[in-house]
């Protein structure tokens, strides 16, 4: 009979744990989209419709984004924690945003090709990059 209730306890404490667990998970990943808007201005909801229509999925495996990923160019994860941009830029919010509406203003020699995607465009991508871990 008390074993049970150990182990009631013991089941109910290790719920708790995780649940609080979780609960802090998605503060700091709201923490972390919270950040990415401010830094770059855009809003990286609208991201994953834009990195399907403008085939950057269909060249990068994307950190957050399902479905498509190719392995054309580098995959895309961790982009916060880089210190350079396409071996060329140093990782700032504006080269991010320029790198993705224009790398080769960067790099003229970069294998990523202009995709059309304008720079109010390119800010929502970035925000939902620099959201990912
Ligand atoms: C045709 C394939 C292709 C498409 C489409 C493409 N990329 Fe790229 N991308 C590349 C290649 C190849 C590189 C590496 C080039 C380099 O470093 O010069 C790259 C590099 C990058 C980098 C720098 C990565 C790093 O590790 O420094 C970012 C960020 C990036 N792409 C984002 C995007 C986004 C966002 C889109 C969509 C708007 C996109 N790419 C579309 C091929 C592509």
């Known amino acids: ?4 209730w150990i182990i009631l306890v013991a089941a109910l404490a290790a719920l708790t744990a995780g649940g609080s667990f979780a609960a802090l998970k998605i503060e700091r990943r709201n923490e972390r989209t919270d950040l990415a808007r401010n830094l770059t201005g855009g809003d990286p909801t609208r991201a994953p419709k834009l990195m399907i229509t403008y085939g950057c999925a269909g060249c990068h495996e994307i950190s957050g984004l399902a479905g498509p990923s190719g392995r054309v160019g580098p995959p895309l994860r961790s982009i916060g924690e880089r210190i350079y941009i396409g ?4 990782n700032t919010p504006e080269n991010l945003v320029r790198w993705i509406a224009n790398p080769k203003a960067l790099n003229a020699k970069s294998a990523m090709p202009l995709t059309g995607i304008s720079e109010a465009e390119a800010r929502d991508v970035a925000a939902f990059l620099y959201a990912q871990q």
Request: glycine content about 12%; charged content about 25%; hydrophobic content about 50%.
């Open 1 to 4: 009979m008390r074993l049970r």
């Open 87 to 90: 071996g060329v830029a140093t």
